[in-house]
């Protein structure tokens, strides 16, 4: 491995105007499919096979004029009278009237959008109800409260709802300039003494990566770089060639949606991702070519010696993310899979462009790779001519007290895991949205008027083709009895019938919100009891709607996670093996990235859950972070591990002590370690930022992995663990040490004649030299 990419590292300085030429056309290319073929991207989170999805199937078959729930743009606008009025009262009525007006003038709004006063809606829906009742000799109590259930006017006729959708295919095709023009039509309508706020899937809108969360993460990265490496120039190498790798992996994305779905959130979490690594392989790399400097003049052989070594542990480290990210397809969720490969394919872009198009930027620069330099730097040395700095001074630190360190560090990791035992996992809704946004504030409009079960309804499909067709409408009636009995429904009524009557839609609002435990307790309830209701009607029973689906997909999602968790960790053990040499170091490997994900997990469920601090007003976490965050962080967690202890085993293998190489490992490796962590946790903490609640808490949750696992687990329980065991650390049966490939991670097939001479600490020394060429 080492041998192969010194030559590339070598290929790629020599010919820098070939490489840097082909990944310019290659961004071209790719900006050229996603320019003349790209599609909108998605909100679907749906997931075939499960329960609401074959109840959705049924639906559609029965009545073929049923659109999808997540291509419908739908707009609630919630209106209010000031407390002690109605929207009956002749002034308000007026101003509500001019309200509907401006929204059928609206843009994307089809012309014959059944937009209305819901003053009059209500009570023309009321009529018709009361009449169908008189019909069927249903008692008016019952037809009163029908009406009310599903009335777009409150019972004190204070608060109203206008429903359109926009007319579009997809929520992802209403234009800014559309909800632009919403926002001023509201404005309008709160002069005339109106409350309006709206929501519904017709409002929502991904932040687009390139704002100023990305701007923050690089502002922090652009520091942590001048500081280590004291130079502007070779301070913005690794931003140049991270922001060109994640452009190219956003026009990818981009042009992705070609061929297939991809969801709405993935490219920023993709940009999060992309960015942070991109940063982080090219400062090891870089970090290394300076090192090499002290030892040569041939700046082609310092290039190619940084590519075969650090370059080799970038190939691993980036080979754990992928395996990770990729095996998201595992567990068989398309839109979880769209996600994982969109990213894994930005990490693959990533480790390209350090392997790649660093070492060609280094051939173009030649000696002004570290030129702007800032300060210039004077390392303190031991006696014995080595160098001493904070990273020996930690390593020794720990190795003094390797029992303390690693019993804290457990514990520590430990409690921050409790909170996790309460974890509840739903999808956003806009009764979890911030409570400064209008989504937010026309949900709890609603709840107030209406109650929370109004934006959570369940939808009863009912197949009655084989039953006789003089008892069908029995059966159903039967069917919307029994849904009206179970525990917190608020109303159960058939809201629809298909031509052939064969087909029935009940419509069952439940008591609590769509995020509530008690509906998705309610739909649990309602299937365990379907088997039941369909033998004793003859029917065919399923359960759907927007609230089933999400709560189908949150429990699949739970369930593949053990699935997913044994593929990623097991496919990561045999790589780390490979790249090892030993069966222990994967072990503390794997071992502490379950103590990081877990305090993560909980970290995250104290904050964005229960409020912690103040930070975050509680929801539930959103139902695909867990698995999400599992396999980013553990190909991170591997990042640190295999650039850390590549260094402690390349000391070892060249005659070092256990004890010695591990502080040499540390005098080498902790100030690049820390200083791409520092990075990475500032371009992860930035998209907090954001207005989304999706990239918000996988912002915090990532930015706390990355602390929680490279400055306490990699920076102190690993070498606590190395420590303890020694030289046992390095443990392979001879057998197994035949059978695993030797992929010379640590360059020993390369020719370094001072390896064997020098006494001089690698990195610091190589500062001195680059200043004495500036």
Do not use: C
């Not at 049924?58 to 009025?85: C, I, K, N, R």
């Not at 808490?697 to 190395?722: C, E, K, N, Q, Y």
């Amino acid at each position: 491995m080492a041998t192969l990419l010194h030559r590339l590292g070598t290929t790629a300085y020599r010919r820098w105007p070939v490489f840097i030429v082909g990944w310019i056309v290659a961004m071209l290319a790719v900006g050229f499919v996603a320019a003349t073929m790209s599609k909108p991207m998605t909100d679907s989170f749906s997931i075939p096979g499960i329960p609401s999805e074959k109840a959705a199937d049924m639906q559609e078959e029965l009545f073929p004029q049923s659109v999808d729930a997540f291509d419908q743009a739908t707009v609630d606008v919630v209106v209010a009278a000031p407390e002690g009025h109605t929207l009956e009262d002749a002034s308000y009525a007026a101003a509500v009237d001019a309200l509907v007006a401006d929204l059928r003038e609206l843009p994307q709004v089809a012309a014959d959008a059944p937009i209305a006063n819901p003053v009059r809606a209500a009570d023309s829906q009321r009529q018709q109800m009361l009449e169908s009742a008189r019909q069927s000799g249903t008692p008016p109590s019952a037809a009163r409260a029908d009406a009310q259930a599903l009335s777009p006017l409150s019972a004190d006729a204070r608060v109203g709802t206008i429903t359109f959708d926009f007319d579009v295919e997809t929520p992802q095709d209403v234009e800014p300039a559309t909800q632009d023009r919403l926002a001023e039509v509201m404005d309008t309508a709160r002069a005339d003494g109106l409350t309006v706020e709206a929501n519904g899937s017709g409002m929502s809108a991904m932040s687009e990566p390139g704002g100023s969360s990305e701007l923050i993460g690089i502002a922090v990265a652009l520091v942590v770089l001048v500081l280590t490496f004291w130079s502007m120039v070779a301070a913005g190498l690794p931003i140049l060639t991270a922001v060109f790798g994640v452009a190219l992996g956003m026009t990818g994305i981009t042009a992705m949606t070609a061929f297939m779905d991809i969801g709405s959130s993935t490219p920023m979490l993709a940009t999060m991702i992309g960015l942070a690594v991109g940063i982080d392989y090219t400062l090891f790399i870089l970090a290394r070519y300076r090192t090499e400097l002290h030892h040569t003049e041939d700046r082609e052989q310092a290039v190619g010696i940084a590519v075969g070594t650090a370059g080799s542990a970038v190939v691993f480290a980036g080979l754990t993310v992928l395996i990770a990210l990729s095996a998201l397809a595992v567990v068989g969720i398309p839109f979880l899979t769209a996600m994982g490969l969109a990213a894994a394919a930005t990490v693959l872009i990533a480790v390209l462009v350090a392997l790649t198009l660093l070492p060609a930027i280094l051939g173009m620069l030649k000696s002004k790779a570290f030129a702007g330099r800032v300060r210039r730097y004077a390392p303190h040395r031991e006696p014995d001519g080595h160098v001493l700095n904070n990273g020996v001074r930690w390593a020794r630190l720990v190795g003094r007290r390797p029992v303390a360190f690693a019993l804290v560090t457990i514990l520590g990791l430990g409690a921050l895991a409790l909170p996790l035992k309460d974890l509840h996992l739903a999808f956003p809704t806009d009764s979890t949205a911030a409570s400064d946004t209008t989504q937010r504030k026309a949900s709890d409009l609603i709840a107030e008027a209406f109650g929370p079960g109004r934006e959570g309804p369940l939808m009863v499909v009912v197949d009655a083709t084989d039953v006789a067709e003089a008892d069908r409408g029995a059966a159903i009636g039967k069917v919307a009895a029994w849904a009206a009995d179970q525990r917190d429904v608020e109303n159960a009524q058939v809201v629809g019938m298909n031509e052939a009557g064969t087909g029935a839609q009940i419509m069952i609002t439940p008591s609590s919100g769509p995020d509530d435990t008690a509906t998705e307790q309610l739909l649990q309830d309602l299937r365990d009891g379907q088997a039941g209701i369909e033998a004793e009607t003859g029917t065919d029973t399923g359960v759907t709607g927007l609230t089933a689906i999400t709560t189908d997909v949150s429990e699949r999602l739970s369930d593949a996670l053990p699935i997913y968790l044994a593929v990623v960790i097991g496919l990561a053990f045999l790589l780390l093996m490979v790249v090892f040499r030993s069966i222990l170091v994967p072990l503390t490997a794997t071992l502490g990235f379950l103590l990081s994900v877990l305090a993560t997990l909980g970290a995250t469920v104290a904050v964005f859950q229960d409020g912690a601090f103040g930070l975050m007003e509680g929801q539930p976490i959103v139902s695909f972070m867990p698995i999400f965050l599992i396999g980013v962080v553990f190909g991170l967690a591997m990042d640190y591990q295999v650039f850390l202890v590549t260094r402690i085993r390349e000391a070892h293998v060249h005659g070092y002590s256990m004890r010695e190489a591990i502080v040499d490992g540390f005098r080498n490796s902790a100030r690049v370690v820390t200083a791409a962590a520092t990075i990475m946790t500032a371009v992860f903490a930035a998209f907090m930022l954001q207005d989304e609640p999706i990239v918000k808490s996988m912002g915090f949750a990532l930015a706390a992995a990355v602390v929680f696992d490279a400055f306490i687990v990699r920076m102190v329980l690993i070498p606590a663990t190395l420590y303890l065991l020694g030289d046992r650390a390095w443990w392979l049966p001879r057998w197994l040490d035949r059978l695993l490939p030797d992929v010379d991670v640590e360059g020993e097939k390369l020719e370094r004649p001072y390896l064997r001479d020098t006494s001089y600490d690698e990195e610091l020394d190589a500062l001195a030299r680059d200043e004495s060429r500036a």
